[in-house]
């Protein structure tokens, strides 16, 4: 053998040895250039709150315009020019008060005339009474003489009667509107279309407001149990209304039912209704709006959650309930009446069941909502939740539906609510 053939095997040898080791670096590199693959996601942040339990009053509300209780047009009922206005526009004034003065002297000359005609009658009866007792002069006469002397009375009551009116009085105590004339105007019963002024009694003042025929029918079904247990008149005018004013407060002051229309208006359908409310220092002045808000039922029992908490999706409304394993689930729910910020549920959850307010987004977006797993999340501390303010009890427009624009309204903070949640991605777990 060679000194060539030994190096040759010598470097065969070597190359087969250092086979395994340069593929054993090759894989080590290969192993090293991959990405460790990220851990599973931890569970979803949210915030959620029990479901409520408590009796709700449901209420109606209606448009109504205020007037005054009495709406005394004043009006001239001679003719004359006005002397003088002897109150202040829109000021109190009581029954009997000098409002208007009209030019009294024609009206006095006339009464001076008929006294005087009405004296000379009465000596003619004096002057012939005992001449007819001795028959100088005939019993026809007389007669005709007395009679001219009470026409010559009447006419005086006429004269003097039309002197005091004169003097415009108010008829009722109340509320003196602006003035539709001026000193020197002429002014008389030919007016009548144009009254001076109106006095108007605001305490108490009225509402009417009116009913539609359906409304009247679910009112008396809801609020009496059926139509043929309506009480007698007197104890419906018991029935307490309250009154929200064009601010949107609500009048400190209750009132009751005053007046129900005897029909049906065929022209638009609806009943016109009157209820009646304290005034004092008349601070409501007919011609105000209002809406005039009435209980109709209780419900006992009644489930609420947050307004937040609810998702319309194209008319199907759904919830996400926290189970005790911490996992979310997506579940439909029929929503009845809005009070505040809450919703009444009908049907679709529990008394004491956890539903999202913060975070039904992320629930939906991640698939798993509707799956009998659910999504794992992680419900924070009640305290990083905003806290919850006094709900004011809202009228339902209808007795068990909801209209289209809560239901508008619903859905927008329900989306606006979400929108910040999406808009804040879960925290990832670090990777080392």
């Known amino acids: 053998m060679t000194i060539s053939a030994t190096a040759t095997r010598i470097n065969l040898f070597r190359s087969l040895m250092s086979l395994p080791a340069l593929l054993l670096l090759l894989t080590a590199g ?124 009447a006419n005086v009551d006429s004269a003097r009667l039309n002197l005091e009116f004169t003097k415009i009085l108010a008829p009722v105590e109340g509320i003196a509107g602006i003035a539709n004339i001026q000193i020197g105007d002429l002014v008389g019963p030919s007016s009548a279309g144009n009254p001076l002024t109106t006095v108007s009694t605001m305490d108490p003042i009225k509402s009417y407001f009116n009913l539609s025929e359906q409304e009247y029918i679910r009112f008396v079904k809801h609020r009496f149990g059926s139509l043929d247990k309506m009480p007698p008149a007197r104890e419906v005018d018991k029935l307490e209304v309250e009154m929200i004013l064009a601010d949107g407060s609500v009048y400190p002051l209750r009132g009751h039912f005053y007046s129900l229309d005897r029909q049906i208006n065929a022209g638009t359908g609806s009943l016109r209704l009157t209820a009646v409310f304290a005034n004092p220092g008349n601070i409501l002045r007919p011609g105000q709006f209002a809406r005039i808000r009435v209980e109709i039922i209780t419900r006992k029992g009644a489930l609420l959650i947050p307004q937040q908490a609810v998702y319309d ?54 698939g798993k909502g509707m799956d009998k797993a659910g999504v794992p999340v992680a419900v924070k501390p009640t305290a990083e939740a905003p806290a919850a303010k006094p709900a004011e009890v809202t009228p339902a427009p209808h007795i068990g539906a909801v209209s289209p624009a809560e239901t508008g309204a619903g859905q927008a903070a329900t989306a606006a609510n979400a929108g910040t949640a999406a808009a804040t991605p879960a925290p990832m777990p670090e990777t080392k």
């Open 30 to 153: 290969c192993e090293l250039g991959k990405k460790a693959p990220p851990p599973p996601p931890g569970p979803i942040e949210v915030l959620a709150v029990p479901v409520a339990q408590r009796d709700v009053p449901i209420y109606s509300e209606w448009i109504g315009i205020l007037d005054g209780f009495v709406n005394a047009d004043i009006r001239a009922q001679v003719a004359g020019y006005i002397l003088r206005q002897n109150y202040k526009d829109g000021e109190l004034v009581h029954k009997g008060d000098l409002l208007f003065e009209i030019d009294p002297r024609p009206f006095q000359a006339t009464l001076d005339q008929k006294l005087a005609t009405e004296h000379k009658s009465a000596l003619d009866v004096a002057r012939l009474t005992p001449l007819a007792k001795e028959s100088a002069v005939t019993q026809q006469e007389l007669d005709n003489a007395v009679q001219q002397n009470l026409a010559d009375k």
């Open 313 to 366: 999706n194209q008319g199907m409304f759904l919830v996400a309930v926290v189970g005790p394993d911490n996992a979310a689930h997506i579940r439909p729910v029929k929503v009845a009446e809005r009070v505040g910020t809450e919703w009444i549920i009908e049907a679709g959850l529990k008394p004491g069941e956890q539903v999202v307010t913060d975070g039904f987004l992320k629930i939906m977006a991640s």
